[in-house]
């Protein structure tokens, strides 16, 4: 299984921004398709966004479209997931996943999270005044 660590999450205020960072151990992470999913209690984990190996797919979820980016840093071998406009309602863990390329497109795979093999611990994200 694949290590993944996530970093970058906290408190925030309504409107505010957080860059959430995925970094790798022991493994290049431009290898795989890469997504970031988010989870509440008592709810199922969600695709929020996510990335193909080559990083010209990319899927968002419609509640965060226009406010969050995806890239790769191939460099640092990690991913990250700029997060703008952040609402109450993005509070959440987030956590990052990787899969080897498969069949299913970016999108598709995004949308079904008990696709992914290997995830990180998550970070927590709270937007609240």
């Known amino acids: 299984q694949l290590q993944l660590v996530e970093s970058g999450g906290g408190l925030v205020q309504p409107g505010g921004s957080l860059r959430l960072s995925c970094a790798a151990s022991?493994?290049?992470?431009?290898?795989?398709?890469i997504g970031w999913f988010r989870q509440t209690p008592g709810k199922e984990r969600e695709g929020v966004s996510c990335?193909?190996?080559?990083?010209?797919?990319?899927y968002y979820a419609d509640s965060v479209t226009g406010r969050f980016t995806i890239s790769r840093d191939n460099a640092k071998n990690t991913v990250l997931l700029q997060m703008n406009g952040l609402k109450p309602e993005d509070t959440a863990v987030y956590y990052c996943a990787a899969e080897s390329p498969g069949p299913l497109t970016t999108p598709a795979m995004c949308v079904r999270p008990n696709l992914w093999g290997s995830w990180g611990q998550g970070t927590q994200v709270t937007v609240s005044s």
């Open positions: 990335i193909s190996r080559s990083g010209v797919s990319t």
């Open positions: 022991g493994f290049t992470l431009d290898a795989y398709r």
